[in-house]
Each structure stands twice: as structure tokens, then as C-alpha cells.
């Protein structure tokens, strides 16, 4: 697991096609405290139940709120079989809202 900077992120998600890119935070916090654009919520506390429905050989990065769930989660994927994780260091708690954050519309 390698842990990344935002714009690493950034970087990763534009140069990187078949990234996996996985929120791990609760439905509630990916939906009422927005998220990264493209990102696909997960949450770490079902991991054992989603883990087997990505691929493996692709590039795989984990998003939480404050970057220990997702840390938690590269382990988890890491022991599946994962060999190429990225964890957001700090998670969507340092994110810079100015970087494709997309927050839900809750009207």
C-alpha cells in the first residue's frame, strides 16, 4: 500500500483509466459530506462481502474520512490478493473541496 497526497490523487485518477477508486466511508458520509468525483462507496465495515467483486490485478485506491478506515481496507485487499492499493493520507477530512469534490444534491 502506498500512501498518497491529493494531488497524487489527482494525478492518479487522471492518468490511471482502470483505477479503482473506493469511498469506504458510511452511505451517510459519502452522500451528506460529498465525495470524489467517480469514486464508488463501499463501506470498509462490508469489505469482506465487496472485496471479491473488484479486480485484483487493477489499480485499487481507498478514500475515508480521516485515512485509518481505508488503511484498514488496503490491508483487507492487500490479503486478498490486491498488489497495487493507494490510501488518500487524511483522507476526505484534508481534501481540497476546490479538487473534484461532488457533493449529492439532498433536496
Not at 81 to 98: C, I, P, Q, R, S
Amino acid at each position: 500500500m502506498q500512501n498518497i497526497s491529493n494531488q497524487e490523487l489527482l494525478t492518479l485518477i487522471a492518468n490511471t483509466p482502470n483505477l479503482q477508486l473506493i469511498d469506504v466511508r458510511t452511505p451517510n458520509e459519502y452522500t451528506q459530506l460529498g465525495h470524489v468525483a467517480g469514486s464508488i462507496n463501499l463501506p470498509v465495515q462490508t469489505v469482506q462481502e465487496w472485496a471479491s467483486t473488484l479486480d485484483a490485478s487493477k489499480p485499487t485506491a481507498l478514500i475515508c474520512q480521516g485515512g485509518v478506515r481505508s488503511v484498514y481496507g488496503c490491508g483487507y485487499l492487500a490479503s486478498q490478493g490486491f498488489t497495487t492499493l493507494y490510501n488518500l493520507t487524511d483522507g476526505m477530512k484534508a481534501w481540497d473541496a476546490d479538487l473534484a469534490f461532488e457533493p449529492e444534491n439532498t433536496l
